[in-house]
């Protein structure tokens, strides 16, 4: 509702009167305009929902921006920044609902925050004075700059980028061994600004079909790109044990036993396959620290001198000069004579969830009297261990590190041949969550051209080929991935000689140069803005 007197024009809503300096205003409706802006703004909403699980109407990808693009050519400047954010809002709110198991206040935070990153490009749609083709490329590059700025503040949160959105439809994703996701987000946000000039604009239309030929061309190479990737010539049979454990059970001191019972069962089962070559445990699958305690490594050394080498995620703690602890989120390889053979300690960490920023800051008083617990430390570097009869070099991630490019490639560029990611979502629900942390981490094998292999505690426990293609994944035949079990797959893994694709090389170039020219732009924006207003 917009309430207004004389020339004044106040944002608000509700019945009856308002007042204002004492007198009371005429409450007038909402205006056609406003309503079609969030018709737009929800619709948008709702289609990028659906990209992403748990719907995965990929074919959505290509027009879900299209009805918010088209609303901020139509509306003033103001309304249409006020829809773009209702629009980032309401998806955001939506795609991470399962946040609510963890924090209901972190989610809306979350959500108000990320929406932020949808007002660029609105912006530059409602602004832009030029044709067709200028207004595809320049919004693909301030999206992407966008996209790329939510995956590195504050340590990032590259989660439901449009291009992981496309996974299950691999053709469109292989660009991203040139530029990452980001160049693959581009691709779609150049689509969908064609679509939303054709409606709006109704004009250019040499410059639409010239575009929609690109775009083909893009897809017919990804085809093809796919079908001529070398097989390689060795492999590592692996076997992914998923172990199922409630998040609420994972720390109670009386669940300890039945954790080192499921895992010493589904490691037995997994070891009844005599060409398994490395059995891998999840993220944090032991009780406690590893090398500290006596009863997880023996349970460890009981199943690797079975003859087969274990990969296993476990906290891990270390003890300075001053006999102050410091604790990590850590995997460790044991041998098949059960000694400690190779250790990680996870380099990106989860804030709030892992660490507590400027905890040094919080008197001790106070972090005692609420109970907060101390925060992990974070490790240095990444690590690469060789592995199987042909030892193959891997690197492991944990948690949401997969989701972070500049990880993985920093692997690949330390001579890792395969990633292995080791997660535990079951801080959320079963199905969405762990599903859309994986299509997330598929990018990561297209841009390196390396097998990703994901051993979760709760689904999706899978393996991943350099092309994006699912090859296997633990399911219990009727579509749910998150009980407990054993995944058994043959991982080909290319030469150490590999050569490395454009983005192992040269990394983020172009998610870098899409920033930098998204911070130009909203630079001059503003001095623009700054200089009219100085003028009136």
Known sequence: MRPQTGGVEIEGCGRGKVWQNGGPMKITPSSREEWMAAACAVASALLLFAVFPPLEWTWAAWVALAPLLGMARRVPGRMAARMGWLAGFLFWLLSVRWLTHVTVAGWMFLSAYCALYFLPAIGLANRWRGGAAGFAASLAVIWCGSEFLRG??????PWNTLGAGLTPWLPAVQLAEFGGVWLVSGVVVFANALGAWALVER??????AIGALGIAAALGWGAWRMDRLAAPDRSIRV???QTSIPQDEKWVSSKIRMIYDRLAELTLQAQGDPDVELVIWPETALPDDVRNSEASYSLVWSLCTNGTPILTGSLDTAVLDSREPLY?????????????AGEYDKRQLVIFGEFIPFESWIPWRWRAALQMPLSISKGEAGAVFPAGKDRIPLSPLICFEDILPHLARADVRQGARMLVNLTNDAWFDERVAPRQHMRNAVLRAVENRVPLVRAANTGVSCVIEPSGRLAAYLSDGEGRTWGAGVLWADVPAPPDGMSLTFYTRFGDMYGIACAAATGLWLAAAGWKRRKQTNEL
């Open 152 to 157: 590195w503040i504050g340590g990032g949160f």
């Open 203 to 208: 004009r250019g239309w040499g410059a639409l």
């Open 239 to 241: 076997a992914l044990v």
């Open 328 to 340: 990590f989120n850590s995997a460790f390889l044991f041998d098949e004579e059960g000694r400690l």
